[in-house]
C-alpha cells in the first residue's frame, strides 16, 4: 500500500465520521429521539433541556455537547455511572497520555530515521510505499538502532510510571466506594453451593443445622435456592391450586364459598358446568395440611443464601474452607440482589468444572472458524495473489481508484462486520459457563472478546500475511521473535487502516446509536407503541473494553515499527473519550457493577502489549545485527516483568477481597449508631428470587423459626395466578374440568 491508498481510507473515513457527528448533533435535539440519547438521564429524573417549539436551531449541527463531555468531572461520573465507568475513562486517559508521549518521540526521532535508513531514491510522497516509513527500510548494522532502542525505554518507562500511579488511584477509590457507600445485603450475604444431600433432612434443615453447629455466633438466616423455569412453575402452581380443592370439604365449598357460575365456549357445557372459588386463603387457614413449604422443599436445590451478622463474618465464611471436601459446602460473597443471575444458581457444582473446560473448547473451535475471513481480508490486502486467484477481476483492479479501495477500505470493513458476532457468542458461552452474577457474566465475556481479538485480529493477520505456511518455525519458540520482526512491519499498514475504520467509524456509529434509533421509530410507528424505560441497556463493557485495549496493543506494538500509526491512534482515543463520555452520563444506565474489578485485566493487557513490543524489538534487532540492542531490550523486558510482579503484590489484594481493618471499622460503626438492626431487616429480605411461585414472596429461615413463605401479595389472582395470565387461566380452566370429571364419577 502506498501513501495514496492511505489517504483514500483516511478521507473516506473522515468524512464517515464528520457526516455521523453532524447527524447525531441534529437528531439528540429532537424530542422524538429523547429516549435513546438521553436514556440514562431519563431514568434518574433529570431535567433534559430541549425546544418546546419547532425551531430552524433543531436543523443546525452544534458541538455543545463535546464541550458538555469535557466539562464534566470524574465525580459527576461517578454519581451518574458508578465506579466501572470511571475505571474505564482512566483507561482512555493512560492511553492519550503514553501515545501522545510516544507520538513525539516516534514521529520526530524514529520516523525520520526509518525513511532515510537505506541509500535510495525517494520518489514524490504520495507515491511513496508505506514500508519505507516502518523498521524494515532501515539497513542492516545501522548505529541508528540505538534511536529504535531510545524510544523503547521512553515508552516503557512512561508506560510503567503511569500505571502504576493508575493502579494506585483506582485502588484507592475502589476503598472509598466500599467503605463510603450504603450496607449492602451482599456484604451481609454468602452464597453456599453443593450442600450434600441427606434422605434424613432437606437442604434447608441441613444449611440451617450446619451453620448453626459452625458458625452459631455469626449466623443470622439462610434463603434456599430453588428450581425455576417457566414449565416447573406451571406446574407447581396447578398442582397448589389441586391440593387446595382436594382437600376443601364439599360443605365449604358449597356453603361458606360462594360460587361463580361460567360457561366453558370450549366444549359446550351448561351455565352450572364449572365453580369458581375466590376465599383460597381462608381454604389454607381451616386446612395446614395445605401448607405450601412441602411444595418448595421438593423445588429445593443444593444452594442457598447464608445470612450473617457482621460483614467480617460472611468474608470470613466466604474465603475459609467449610469442609474437608472441598467440593461439599462451597462458599462464595454472594452478588448484590440485582446483580444475581438466578438461572445458574441452581446448577450442580460438580458441573462447572464441566461447563468450563466445554467453553474452552468450544471458544478455541470458533476461533479456528474465525480463521476464514481474516484469510480473506488478507488476500484483499495483497492484489498480485488476488488477480491470480481471479484473472477476470484484473481488469477491474488495475485502476487506480478501485485498487486504493480494495487495499485500503475494503478489508477492515470486512473483518469489522465479522467481529459484530463475537461478543453475542461469547456471552452465551459465559451463559453457560455457570456464571452466578450478570457482572461476572459481563467480565468473563469481556476476558473472551479480548483474548479472541488479540488472537485473531494480530496475531492470525499477522502468520496469516507472511509465513503461516511455515509452521514449524512457530513449533521453535527461540524462532518467534524473529518470526514477529519479519511479520509485523509488513502488517503494519493493514493495521493502520484498522484503526481508521474500526476505530474511527465504529466510535462514530456508537454515538449515533443506529439500532436504538432503528428500535424506538419501529415501536412508534409500525407497533404504536410508547417506548420502554427499561428498555434501555446498560453500558457494553464486554464490547467496548476490549476494543480499546486491541488498539492499544496496537500502538504499542507498532510505535517503533511503523510510527505512522500513533497520529490515527491518538485522535481514536480523543474522540472516544469525548463519545464514551457522554454516552456514559447521558445514554446507558447503571444496572450493575463491579468494583473496578475491569482494572486487572486492563493492567495485565497494557504489560503484555509492553512485553510483545519488547519481543518484537529483540526479533528485529536480531534481523538488523545489533545484539547490542537486543541485549539492552533484554533487560527492559525483565523490568517491565518485575514491575508487573511488583504492582501484583502491591495492589491486586485489594480486588480479591477485603480488609478485616475496614470489614470491622464499618461493623463497629454501624453497631455504635444503632442500624445494625435495620440492616439485618433488610438483609433478609434483599434476595427474592424471581417466579419461584407467582402470588409469593419468599422470607428466609431466621433462627429457629421456620417461616419459609409470606400471605398472598394483593395481587389480583385466581388459585395464585394473575388474571392477566394466559397460561394461568389455561391451567385453571383444565384443573375445573379434573375437577368436575372427579365430582361426576363420586
Known amino acids: 500500500m502506498n501513501v495514496s491508498a492511505l489517504l483514500t481510507s483516511a478521507g473516506i473515513n473522515i468524512g464517515m465520521c464528520g457526516l455521523l457527528l453532524c447527524f447525531y448533533s441534529i437528531l439528540r435535539k429532537q424530542r422524538g429521539l429523547v429516549n435513546v440519547y438521553f436514556g440514562g438521564r431519563l431514568l434518574a429524573q433529570e431535567n433534559i433541556m430541549l425546544p418546546d417549539a419547532f425551531c430552524f436551531e433543531m436543523l443546525l449541527p452544534s458541538p455543545s455537547w463535546i464541550l458538555k463531555a469535557w466539562k464534566s468531572t470524574e465525580d459527576d461520573v461517578l454519581a451518574t455511572a458508578g465506579l466501572d465507568a470511571v475505571v474505564f475513562l482512566r483507561l482512555l486517559v493512560f492511553s492519550i497520555r503514553i501515545f501522545s508521549i510516544a507520538a513525539v518521540i516516534c514521529l520526530f526521532l524514529v520516523l525520520p530515521l526509518n525513511y532515510y535508513g537505506q541509500e535510495m531514491v525517494h520518489r514524490h510522497i504520495p507515491s511513496e510505499s508505506l514500508d519505507v516509513f516502518t523498521i524494515g527500510n532501515v539497513k542492516e548494522g545501522s548505529k541508528w538502532l540505538w534511536a529504535h532502542c531510545l524510544a523503547l525505554y521512553i515508552i516503557t518507562f512512561s508506560a510503567c510510571i503511569l500505571l502504576y500511579f493508575e493502579y494506585q488511584k483506582i485502588a484507592e477509590l475502589r476503598l472509598a466506594h466500599f467503605t463510603g457507600s450504603p450496607a449492602n445485603p451482599s456484604h451481609f450475604t454468602v452464597l453456599v453451593r453443593s450442600i ?35 414449565v416447573q412453575r406451571l406446574m407447581n402452581n396447578a398442582e397448589k391450586i389441586y391440593k387446595k380443592l382436594v382437600y376443601a370439604t364439599p360443605s365449604c365449598l358449597y356453603q361458606e364459598c360462594r360460587p361463580m357460575r361460567v360457561r366453558c365456549g370450549l366444549c359446550g357445557g351448561t351455565s352450572s358446568s364449572f365453580n369458581l372459588y375466590s376465599n383460597e386463603l381462608q381454604l389454607a387457614e381451616r386446612h395446614p395440611g395445605l401448607d405450601r413449604l412441602d ?16 460483614r467480617y463474618a460472611a468474608v470470613v465464611a466466604s474465603q475459609v474452607l467449610q469442609s474437608s471436601n472441598p467440593m461439599l459446602w462451597v462458599t462464595d460473597l454472594a452478588p448484590e440482589p440485582h446483580d444475581v443471575y438466578w438461572s445458574n444458581l441452581w446448577l450442580p457444582y460438580g458441573q462447572l468444572w464441566l461447563r468450563r473446560i466445554t467453553n474452552l473448547l468450544a471458544s478455541i473451535v470458533f476461533m479456528f472458524l474465525f480463521l476464514l475471513p481474516v484469510t480473506f481480508v488478507q488476500g484483499l490486502s495483497q492484489l498480485d495473489k488476488l488477480q491470480q486467484m481471479f484473472p477476470f477481476l484484473k481488469s477491474i ?84 521473535p524473529t518470526l514477529l520482526a519479519k511479520a509485523v512491519p509488513r502488517q503494519a499498514t493493514f493495521f493502520i487502516t484498522y484503526v481508521l475504520t474500526s476505530g474511527w467509524v465504529s466510535m462514530c456509529s456508537e454515538i449515533m446509536q443506529v439500532f436504538a434509533v432503528v428500535y424506538s421509530l419501529f ?3 409500525v407497533l404504536r407503541r410508547t417506548d420502554d424505560p427499561n428498555w434501555i441497556i446498560s453500558f457494553p463493557y464486554h464490547t467496548e473494553v476490549p476494543r480499546v485495549l486491541l488498539f492499544g496493543l496496537l500502538g504499542f506494538t507498532c510505535s517503533i515499527l511503523a510510527p505512522l500509526i500513533l ?78 510482579e511488583y504492582c501484583r503484590q502491591r495492589f491486586r489484594p485489594i480486588f480479591n477481597g477485603y480488609a478485616a481493618q475496614d470489614l470491622i471499622e464499618m ?79 363420586k
Open 667 to 745: 461493623d463497629r460503626n454501624d453497631e455504635q449508631c444503632g442500624r445494625m438492626e435495620d440492616i439485618h431487616r433488610r438483609v433478609l429480605s434483599a434476595y427474592c428470587q424471581p417466579n419461584v411461585c407467582e402470588g409469593e414472596d419468599l422470607k428466609p429461615e431466621v433462627g429457629e423459626t421456620s417461616q419459609h413463605l409470606q400471605d398472598n401479595l394483593v395481587h389480583p389472582t385466581v388459585g395464585g395466578f394473575p388474571m392477566s395470565s394466559i397460561q394461568g387461566a389455561a391451567t385453571w380452566l383444565s384443573l375445573l374440568i379434573t375437577l368436575q370429571e372427579r365430582n361426576a364419577t
Open 295 to 310: 411444595s418448595l422443599k421438593e423445588k429445593e436445590c443444593a444452594a442457598a443464601f447464608v445470612f450473617f451478622k457482621t
Open 397 to 480: 483492479l488495475n485502476k487506480t481508484f478501485v485498487s486504493q479501495v480494495v487495499t485500503g477500505y475494503l478489508p477492515s470493513v470486512i473483518l469489522l462486520i465479522s467481529l459484530y458476532t463475537v461478543p453475542p457468542t461469547m456471552m452465551i458461552f459465559s451463559t453457560v459457563e455457570g456464571c452466578t452474577s450478570r457482572s461476572a457474566r459481563k467480565v468473563s465475556t469481556c476476558c473472551k472478546v479480548l483474548y479472541f481479538m488479540i488472537w485473531n485480529v494480530f496475531f492470525v493477520n499477522v502468520l496469516s500475511g507472511s509465513v503461516i505456511s511455515q509452521l514449524d518455525v512457530i513449533s521453535k519458540p527461540k524462532e518467534i
Open 196 to 230: 450434600p444431600r441427606s434422605t434424613e433432612e432437606s437442604f434447608s434443615d441441613a444449611v440451617k443445622n450446619f451453620f448453626m453447629n459452625y458458625h452459631a455466633s455469626s449466623y443470622l438466616a439462610h434463603q434456599m435456592i430453588y428450581r425455576t423455569g417457566k
Open 523 to 525: 415501536m412508534r410507528f
Open 567 to 644: 497520529p490515527f491512534l491518538l485522535v481514536y482515543f480523543l474522540l472516544g473519550y469525548v463519545v464514551y463520555r457522554n454516552q456514559i452520563l447521558n445514554v446507558y444506565r447503571r444496572k450493575y457493577e463491579t468494583g473496578g474489578q475491569y482494572w486487572p485485566i486492563m493492567h495485565n493487557t497494557m504489560i503484555f502489549s509492553l512485553v510483545l513490543m519488547q519481543i518484537v524489538a529483540i526479533g528485529v534487532f536480531g534481523m538488523k545485527e545489533s545484539t547490542v540492542a537486543s541485549g539492552f531490550t533484554l533487560i527492559l523486558v525483565m523490568l517491565t516483568l518485575l514491575f508487573n
